[in-house]
């Protein structure tokens, strides 16, 4: 049976994501993708700031892909921005990359390494690991020193950063796993790998789209959900400017 899986991408910049991106995990697992970009918020998401504008108008996009028919619902940044209010709002599963794939790289090793776009996400990264109960399992984060919307424009330059980092992660930080740390790195996990395994360390390098792509296909081929024990319904109540 299809499972609709619908990607929330959290800016309001065209062409950041397409559905090209992702059409080779449709074709193998029977998924049919759909695809939101924000009407309001920021361009990229580098900061807490960039999360909070973020966040009302990601909450608004899962609420709109549930009522559209989605099986789950996939919040397409490393911040995880709107998960938990989101979750409150659905029914269905609303995954986020940060969450899954730090989860995972705990299970993969002792310790994992984040590497990510800037210094100013690395603060972010460390508090959600706190928040997701892995910090003791987090090694370090790692920045390469790249804005967000300048990942694609020399992704040949942004996939040797990133390989570079993630060498220094194992050797200097004592990483067991990599987690690339922004789903705009879609696509690199291979050469990092490949890189660590000619430098002698065999290690998982996770790219958080087809892992937590895979996760909500899983949950959704189980039947579970999010508890609304945890992420119960709002009440009704006045709000003015939403």
Sequence with gaps: MTKVIHIVTPIITRGIRSLDDVAPLAEENNIEFRHSLLDKGPSSIESEYDEALAVPDTIVKCVEAEKAGADAIIIDCMGDPGLKPSREMVSIPV??????????????????????????????????????????????????????????????????????????????????AIVLGCTGFLGCAEKITALLKSEGYDIPVIDPIPLTVMAAHALTTVGLSHSKKTYGKPRDKEVIGY
Excluded: C, W
């Design 95 to 176: 995954l986020g990359p940060g969450e899954t794939s730090m989860h995972a790289a705990a299970m993969l090793g002792h310790r994992f390494s984040v590497v990510t776009v800037l210094d100013s996400v690395v603060p972010m990264l460390r508090n959600l690991a706190k928040i997701y109960g892995v910090s003791e399992k987090l090694a370090s984060v790692r920045s390469i020193n790249m804005p967000v919307l300048e990942i694609e424009k020399d992704f040949e330059k942004t996939q040797r950063l990133l390989a570079e980092d993630s060498l220094r992660a194992v050797k200097e930080d004592g990483a067991d």
